[in-house]
T-cell receptor
């Protein structure tokens, strides 16, 4: 079945550590996105990528980094520079980076900083 | 800057009731508007997508309307069931990204 796989589902991190969240899709989608969700709030865009080897900052990119070396993979690194990293992280993909699109979401990764 | 607001933030209704969830946005220049469902601790599932040229979309007991000129959309749920309990989010597509509302948390009581 085609879809988006995020791992790990739960992750605990000590302050000062970098962590990387995995996002893999087998939908042959061109565009991929990372969102952050805090309790009682909507999703906020961290980074997005429309094609391989290219990505753009979203609204809250500070303290995060990404790479897009392969079409199917878009890992997100939460660095120690992110002041409040505890949140639910959602990866999504779409057919194209332009115009009206339907996003397919992964099941999410919950990061907790101890 | 596009802003999306959802009212109410939470709603509790008895089973069988028809209900309406509201979504408003500040910039009418949108490609489409999408309604999502999110179960606790899970990802988002797309329910309905309304293109900017459309007025409404229907899927089963769900009907979503779009009034671009007034910056409003509604999600109508008919004959609500306990299984409808979830958070419902709307999102507008203004460019390469979606702008999300904060959601309405729905509880349907048996």
């Amino acid at each position: 079945d085609g879809g988006i796989t995020q791992s790990p589902k739960y992750l605990f991190r000590k302050e000062g550590q970098n962590v990387t969240l995995s996002c893999e899709q087998n939908l042959n989608h061109d565009a991929m996105y990372w969102y952050r969700q805090d309790p009682g709030q909507g999703l906020r865009l961290i980074y997005y990528s429309q094609i391989v080897n290219d990505f753009q900052k979203g609204d809250i990119a500070e303290g995060y980094s990404v790479s897009r070396e392969k079409k199917e993979s878009f890992p997100l690194t939460v660095t120690s520079a992110q002041k409040n990293p505890t949140a639910f992280y959602l990866c999504a993909s779409s057919m194209s980076g332009q115009g009206p699109n339907v996003l397919t979401f992964g099941a999410g990764s919950r990061l907790t900083v101890l | 800057k596009q802003e999306v607001t959802q009212i109410p933030a939470a709603l509790s209704v008895p089973e069988g009731e028809n209900l309406v969830l509201n979504c408003s946005f500040t910039d009418s220049a949108i490609y489409n508007l999408q309604w999502f469902r999110q179960d606790p601790g899970k990802g988002l599932t797309s329910l309905l997508l309304i293109q900017s040229s459309q007025r409404e979309q229907t899927s089963g007991r769900l009907n979503a309307s779009l009034d671009k000129s007034s910056g409003r959309s509604t999600l109508y749920i008919a004959a609500s069931q306990p299984g409808d309990s979830a958070t419902y989010l709307c999102a507008v597509n203004s460019s390469y990204k979606l702008i999300f509302g904060s959601g309405t948390r729905l509880l349907v009581r048996p």
